[in-house]
């Protein structure tokens, strides 16, 4: 079973609550990027999050080295780091249908298959253990 293609995320799951989202994880030859949305409570506004970087998988575990961060919209503050060194290294779950990746801080993402057909037909629910809070940081 391969860990690249490219996965369709829809939901993820934060304090108990799933909160729906729109977004796609790209993964392959050893680099990564992922670009999702987030409708935010009780508005007609959207946060996103555009970011990319190298990945390895060794011993059952992905871990993600982050290059480049584009977040904001809604009311946040954006975040622009065009030189990131945040490494998240988390163990999955693999199938021929699903990938849970278990990410350092504590949200749940469910990534499903995508009706492309460029898209391979597997879907991904990525538990995401809060990558904005507890990621590593790569030394320098």
């Known amino acids: 079973m391969a860990i690249e293609g490219a996965w369709h995320v ?6 108990g609550e799933v909160v729906p989202l729109t977004g796609i994880l790209l993964m392959t030859s050893g680099r990564w990027s992922t670009l999702y949305f987030v409708p935010q409570p009780g508005t007609d506004q959207r946060w996103g999050s555009a970011e990319a970087g190298r990945y390895t998988f060794e011993n059952g575990r992905l871990t993600f080295y982050h290059e480049l961060t584009f977040q904001g919209g809604a009311e946040k503050i954006p975040v622009i780091d065009a030189a990131s060194t945040t490494v998240e290294s988390c163990s999955i ?48």
Request: net charge negative.
């Open 10 to 15: 829809d939901s993820y799951l934060r304090d």
């Open 93 to 140: 779950e693999l199938s021929s249908e699903t990938l849970k990746i278990h990410f350092p801080s504590g949200n749940e993402t469910t990534k499903e298959t995508s009706p492309s057909p460029l898209i391979r037909p597997t879907s991904l629910e990525m538990l995401k253990k809060g990558c904005s809070e507890g990621s590593a940081k790569a030394a320098n």
